[in-house]
């Protein structure tokens, strides 16, 4: 069975740091792009970052571009997301979502259950 | 960026009835590439439709997407206990993928 299981979520104060992982089982980790989505309290869903699964390429929504850092390491099937800089609009659930191929511009069909960043002093 | 709107945001029906969910976006999404999902409290998004009309894997059949262009169309064909959700339309079509905000199908 494909799952994914995001951890590191938490309270953390504007302009500071937190680093989200994905632990990804039942499925090939490196032949698959790999997401990071984050829905607002009340909120849509957002696209934040993605990586994909063959050349390692990155890319990021215009929102956190510079801020936040996207990794995966194919040897443990983790997914990370480096957040710096930290500010009260990030505030939001964070889900790692896969992609259908290696490659990004594809839907997402697997998701985890998500962990929640709270940014407040 | 292209922007999808969902309505209505809220749809009351009792079960039985049919859902009928709107996705309509700010330009053409190419080659229909537009995915809905479902999200429940507690539990991870599930996609249930993708390329407009083509259902997921193990996704019942009473529920049906259809539309190209700018307008897209997620129906239930008869609202079963567990459909009882929120569904959100997705255009991966051109970067950033973007999302709608999402309709709530509640209970009437």
């Known amino acids: 069975e494909v799952q994914l299981l995001e951890s590191g979520g938490g309270l953390v104060q504007p302009g500071g740091s937190l680093r989200l992982s994905c632990a990804a089982s039942g499925f090939t980790f490196s032949n698959y792009a790999m997401n990071w989505v984050r829905q607002a309290p009340g909120k849509g869903l957002e696209w934040v970052s993605g990586?994909?699964?063959?050349?390692?390429?990155?890319s990021y929504a215009d929102s956190v571009k510079g801020r936040f850092t996207i990794s995966r390491d194919n040897s443990k099937n983790t997914l990370s997301l480096q957040m710096n800089s930290l500010r009260a609009e990030d505030t939001a659930v964070y889900y790692c979502?896969?992609?259908?191929?290696?490659?990004?511009?594809?839907?997402?069909?697997?998701w985890g259950q998500g962990t929640l960043v709270t940014v407040s002093s | 960026e292209i922007l999808l709107t969902q309505s209505p945001g809220t749809l009351s029906l009792s079960p039985g009835e049919r859902a009928t969910l709107s996705c309509r976006a700010s330009?053409?999404?190419?080659?229909?590439?537009l995915a809905w999902y479902q999200q429940k409290p507690g539990q991870a998004l599930r996609l249930l439709i993708y390329?407009?009309?083509t259902r997921a894997t193990g996704i019942p059949d009473r529920f049906s997407g259809s539309g190209s262009g700018t307008d897209f169309t997620l129906t239930i064909s008869r609202l079963e206990p567990e459909d009882f959700a929120v569904y959100h339309c997705?255009?991966?079509?051109?970067?950033?993928?973007?999302f709608g905000q999402g309709t709530k199908v509640e209970v009437k």
């Open positions: 330009q053409s999404v190419s080659s229909s590439f």
């Open positions: 979502a896969k992609d259908w191929s290696g490659f990004f511009l594809n839907w997402f069909d697997t």
């Open positions: 997705q255009q991966y079509g051109s970067s950033p993928r973007t």
């Open positions: 390329g407009a009309s």
């Open positions: 990586i994909s699964g063959s050349d390692g390429s990155t």
